[in-house]
Structures are given as C-alpha cells and as structure tokens.
C-alpha cells in the first residue's frame, strides 16, 4: 500500500548540487508531514529537513542555508535541493513522514523506501 521511491541522487563534487525526488502514494500526502533523512555507513539515521502539512519548513544546522525542501500536493512528491554539498553529505537519502503536526512517536514511520545513493567526493 505506502510506496515511497527516492530518486535522484548521485556522484557530486564539494560545493555541487543535487535534487532528490520523493514520490509518495498509498496515504493521504497532504495532510502529511514530510521529512528527508540520511544514513551513511555505520552511523545513525540523521534528520535532514522537514516539511509540515501547514506549510512551515525546519532544518538541522548541519545542512541550514545549503538544503530546501519543496513539495508539490498536487503530484505527491517532496524534494530536497541540496547546494553546496559537502563531502560529510555522503549517505543514503530517505523520505518519511507522519499524519499532522506532530510525530506520533520516535519510531513510528511509514514503511521505508529504498532510499537513493548520494556521494560527494572530489
């Protein structure tokens, strides 16, 4: 049923860019927070940006001023515009999101996605 595909990343070099595609379907998406995380090899799931379903958008300070999230109701899907990558950016991105303003709890999500590879590497 919940079906969300990542798309987009790739090989970047320091200070390039990439956009990553969330494409969601299965669940109501308007009415949903969304969020983009990130997992490199041997760390913890990291908390990248967010999206709230009335509109207001957060960052970490890790990726503040360089990452935007943008979504389209209409098409289901939610991106992330990352600039100036650095190479601590490398990881797998993912894309996931609750009902509302506020999470349900820390480890309740919708079923994850494959996530889609980003390396930045000169």
């Known amino acids: 049923q919940v079906q969300l595909v990542e798309s987009g990343g790739g090989l970047a070099q320091p200070g390039g860019s990439l956009r990553l595609s969330c494409a969601a379907s299965?669940?109501?998406?308007?009415?949903?927070?969304m969020n983009w995380y990130r997992q490199a090899p041997g760390k913890q799931r990291e908390w990248v940006a967010r999206f709230t379903s009335d509109g207001r958008t957060y960052y970490p300070d890790s990726v503040k001023g360089r990452f935007t999230i943008t979504r389209d109701n209409t098409k289901k899907m939610v991106y992330l515009q990352m600039d100036n990558l650095k190479p601590e950016d490398t990881a797998v991105y993912y894309c996931?999101?609750?009902?509302?303003?506020?999470?349900?709890?820390?480890?309740?999500?919708?079923?994850w996605g494959q996530g889609t590879q980003v390396t930045v590497s000169s």
């Open positions: 299965g669940f109501i998406f308007s009415v949903y927070t």
């Open positions: 996931n999101g609750w009902p509302g303003m506020r999470q349900p709890g820390p480890d309740k999500f919708l079923s």
